[in-house]
């Protein structure tokens, strides 16, 4: 059990892309230490961001590249500028949204300056970080080496899928390999040198989070993206033909989401090639998030148990079967490298009985969710009364609506049923999100998570994602306006009345 008999804490839910800064998108400059700073001052002991690789397919961080890389759009021009690696001219005259990002904008600048820095880099034949780049390139050359390939054999295509590369690119054949690696090797050592800076400012921002007595919850994706170098350099891990092309592919049976169920496209694993290795390449993805963060979240946990796959072609979701996991067996492979289990089991949507007896077997806590708990159930899972203390409650997700917007979409008898249970019969749009606020923080749940959006009782207009929806999603972001609202005056106020500041030592773990 990662939260002691006791442990009552508190944080806030809000991606590092939201943060306000001059760039167009949040980064791990001074704005990410600005944040844990007011995290802090406010009496949190938790920031959860969703996951930080490169985004794919709709910018979704769900659909990365690469389960072990970082994302470059995240990467500070300020502290570039300020060791060494560019100046300010670099930046100057530049104009973006103040409150979404806009993510083709963002790319073009962000890749301009990587160029820039690249040809400064090469420049300087005694760069003083040469040898700590070498040294990084050496350390993480068992995903860095193929990931830099890929990139550089992607950009090299126009950005097409690499299922649409030459068949021996596809296949890796030696010789192909070779001859691309010697082509592009200018690119790659490039590609190399941005994630060497992404894992350096990473660092910075975890070191002052630790200072700070800030810990921080990273996301794990269950799957990964059909177009990544996980997928092109491991094809044996996943059900793929002949071609590498999927046999099945994952998604999820209708739910609260989608009447239809939701077709997430994703490649699936091949879980008794994986069981075989000993779970070597799974076990290398979560130490690889446990270097920047503390604690995870395991996205669709319930894929441990079972997965939803559909057969590759399918037009819905409909069409598919769960396919049972690898259950216990990973777990205990994971407990015996890690000696723990640092994991936030989300254990959202269709749970049945195996589900719950995996997640109780290695005693992770689960994952409660207001919004989900006023639809006159009274044995919902997701209703205070029904709660444990080894939870992680949530007002909302990032795939929830705000709770205003919530709200505002509820029918009459769920109004009804949430002012009745809140003993709120004057309850309205404009103090909702407070409601579910002291709810959540009241409760006998472990650890107490709000969304930013939510603390700052915004409107369905500052929400993250949308289910099954493609487009226009994961761009919301703060203004440093938001950032001095009351808001974190009265959420430290409200973590001190219902005790939610742990007692610990500088550098102590939840557990």
């Known amino acids: 059990m990662i939260f002691s008999a006791g442990y009552r804490a508190s944080g806030v839910l809000l991606h590092l892309t939201s943060l306000p800064s001059a760039y167009g998108i949040g980064d791990m400059g001074s704005a990410a230490l600005d944040w844990i700073d007011l995290l802090a001052e406010s009496g949190q002991s938790w920031w959860q961001m969703l996951p930080l690789g490169p985004t794919g397919f709709g910018n979704s961080p769900y659909s990365s590249a690469s389960s072990f890389a970082g994302n470059w759009l995240l990467i500070s021009p300020d502290v570039l500028i300020e060791e060494g690696w560019l100046n300010s001219r670099d930046v100057a005259r530049r104009s973006f949204p103040e409150l979404a990002v806009d993510y083709d904008s963002v790319i073009k600048f962000k890749d301009q300056l990587l160029e820039t820095v690249w040809t400064s880099f090469k420049a300087a034949a005694s760069h003083r970080l040469k040898p700590e780049f070498e040294k990084f390139c050496h350390e993480q050359a068992n995903w860095l080496d193929d990931y830099a390939l890929f990139e550089a054999l992607r950009a090299s295509h126009g950005g097409v899928p690499y299922l649409n590369w030459s068949r021996e690119l596809v296949q890796r054949t030696p010789d192909a390999m070779k001859s691309a690696r010697r082509i592009l090797a200018d690119q790659i050592k490039k590609i190399s040198l941005a994630q060497f800076l992404v894992f350096r400012q990473g660092q910075r ?15 794990l994706p269950f799957f990964v993206s059909s177009d990544s170098s996980d997928v092109w350099a491991n094809p044996e891990l996943f059900l793929l033909d002949a071609d590498h092309r999927p046999q099945f592919v994952a998604g999820v049976p209708p739910d609260y989401f989608s009447s239809d169920g939701q077709l997430w496209g994703n490649p699936v694993y091949d879980w008794e090639m994986l069981r075989k290795t000993g779970y070597e390449w799974c076990i290398s993805r979560v130490r690889a998030l446990m270097n920047h963060v503390d604690l995870i979240r395991l996205d669709h946990f319930r894929g441990f148990a079972a997965a939803w796959y559909v057969p590759a072609g399918t037009k819905t979701a409909r069409a ?13 492979a994971l407990m015996n490298e890690l000696g723990t289990l640092p994991f936030i089991a989300e254990d959202l949507g269709l749970i049945t009985s195996d589900v719950h007896a995996l997640r109780d077997q290695f005693q992770l806590p689960g994952t409660r969710v207001l919004q989900f708990a006023f639809d006159g159930d009274a044995d919902s899972p997701h209703l205070p009364h029904n709660f444990n203390p080894n939870a ?9 609506n705000t709770t205003r917007g919530w709200y505002a979409d509820l029918s009459e008898p769920q109004r009804q049923f949430l002012r009745a249970y ?3 019969p004057e309850l309205g749009a404009s103090d909702v999100s407070a ?8 409760s006998v749940a472990a650890l107490a998570i709000i969304p930013a959006q939510d603390l700052l009782n915004l409107g369905a207009d500052a929400r993250m994602n949308t289910p099954g929806i493609a487009e226009g999603n994961w761009r919301w972001r703060c203004s440093k306006e938001m950032l001095n609202s009351q808001a974190f005056q009265s959420l430290c106020e409200m973590t001190t009345m219902y005790n939610r500041v742990p007692v610990r030592k500088h550098g102590d773990s939840v557990s």
């Open 435 to 442: 409601a579910l606020h002291r709810v959540a923080w009241k």
């Open 320 to 332: 598919g079967q769960w396919i049972p996991g690898p259950g216990t067996d990973f777990f205990n």
């Open 422 to 424: 809140l003993h709120r």
């Open 205 to 219: 921002m975890k070191e002052h989070a630790r200072h700070r007595g800030v810990q921080l919850i990273g996301d």
């Open 392 to 400: 992680v409650v949530y007002t909302g997700t990032h795939d929830n």
